[in-house]
């Protein structure tokens, strides 16, 4: 552990890291002896306070989370490594046109977040480790996933936790201007790989589509946070007598409008903030609602008011729903898991005289993966509700 090659660090003796569990990030906090400032942006290898391997990582000198890890073992993170890397990652994946390819920790390359859309690659990167080796990850990406062309995005909210500067998109090969038909969880749809969401859309909802869909049939539908339109066209497809999506993004409904007339649907768009747009419904107006808000618990600090909203986006959504209808609700923070999240939906339908029974238990896709070491993996929840 003393290689003059290497940086390293150790915890502080006594302290309880959840490194020393299994979980990928150490805080600076916890460290006794820190590398050189040099080091920053660096592979460094982390050992407990009594000399015990944690595993190799990066180095954020300054940063909260201080230490992220890539492998458990003593490695570098190379072109052999990443390309190891890459092709596990591929090999627990489903061969769908649009999937998640790489999420960060959980494929062992903190920072990086990869998702496909047939032959094109949306790319986001957040640590000052992986601007760093950015150059040889593409290198490799292309070499073993040969794209098109790759969209590299450096505008995700995490960059600022690492002091790292909000910058434009960058093309590595041909990426479309305008938006692009892709299949995504058996439709196609538009999707705007530029200036979508994220990186393009939310693709964590895809194995949740046919679960909600077939209950669609008849049924009057509203999507609340609808986005580009994921729930309420597959509803649309499915059969529904109505549907109706919420959104406050004209961008986001301007492709959900033209996903819808690509398939003949009629459905409403409403471009309307959702606790407004719930006000003006009547009761009982909708047999069937989906509630997929974005988080909004992001942090302790924040998370009583985050449920405050939670609840009464709930309390709007039961008071429009009809008796006897469907209820489907999602929470994407890790901060407000299932059991946070069922037993909220629970209160408030009793605050409005209101039974629910749990139909199905929903999750983010399997291209997502989850580690039960880093329960930061595991951030989206949902059920799906009869609700008397």
Not at 109 to 130: C, F, N, R, S, W
Not at 162 to 184: D, S
Request: charged residues 25%; contains cysteine.
């Amino acid at each position: 552990m003393n290689d003059p090659e290497r940086g390293a660090l150790r915890l502080k003796p006594g302290v309880r890291s959840k490194a020393l569990a299994g979980h990928p990030w150490i805080l600076s906090s916890e460290i006794g002896t820190k590398p050189a400032g040099e080091w920053s942006g660096r592979s460094v290898v982390a050992t407990g306070a009594g000399g015990e391997l944690v595993g190799t990582g990066f180095y954020r000198d300054g940063a909260r989370v201080a230490w992220r890890r890539f492998s458990k073992s003593v490695d570098d993170f190379d072109a052999g490594f990443v390309e190891k890397g890459l092709q596990a990652a591929l090999e627990k994946r489903k061969k769908i046109p649009a999937r998640r390819i790489v999420w960060s920790e959980t494929d062992s390359m903190p920072g990086l977040v990869m998702d496909q859309y047939g032959k094109h690659l949306v790319v986001q990167i957040t640590t000052e480790a992986m601007e760093r080796n950015w150059e040889m990850v593409c290198a490799a990406v292309q070499r073993v996933l040969e794209p098109e062309g790759i969209w590299v995005r450096r505008d995700a909210s995490g960059r600022k936790l690492e002091g790292l500067e909000t910058l434009p998109g960058e093309a590595r090969g041909v990426v479309p201007q305008a938006p692009t038909l892709v299949e995504i969880g058996g439709m196609e749809v538009w999707v705007d790989l530029r200036a979508g969401q994220k990186t393009g859309t939310y693709l964590d909802q895809q194995e949740n589509y046919p679960i909600v869909a077939m209950e669609c049939r008849g049924r009057k539908v509203l999507d609340l946070f609808c986005h580009s339109g994921g729930f309420a066209l597959r509803a649309a497809r499915a059969g529904a007598t109505e549907v109706t999506g919420v959104d406050t993004s004209r961008p986001s409904l301007e492709l959900a409008r033209r996903s819808g007339d690509h398939h003949g649907f009629t459905i409403r768009w409403a471009q309307e903030d959702v606790t407004r747009f719930l006000r003006t419904c009547n009761k009982g107006q909708y047999d069937f609602v989906i509630l997929d808000p974005p988080g909004l618990v992001k942090s302790r600090s924040r998370a009583e008011a985050g449920m405050r909203v939670m609840a009464e986006l709930h309390r709007g959504s039961l008071r429009a729903l009809a008796r006897g209808g469907l209820f489907a609700t999602f929470s994407c923070s890790h901060r407000v898991g299932g059991e946070e999240l069922l037993g909220m939906a629970k209160q408030v339908a009793r605050e409005e005289g209101r039974m629910m029974r749990i139909k199905a238990r929903l999750g983010q896709a399997s291209d997502h993966p989850t580690d039960p070491a880093f329960p930061e993996s595991r951030y989206l929840s949902g059920f799906l509700l009869e609700v008397e």
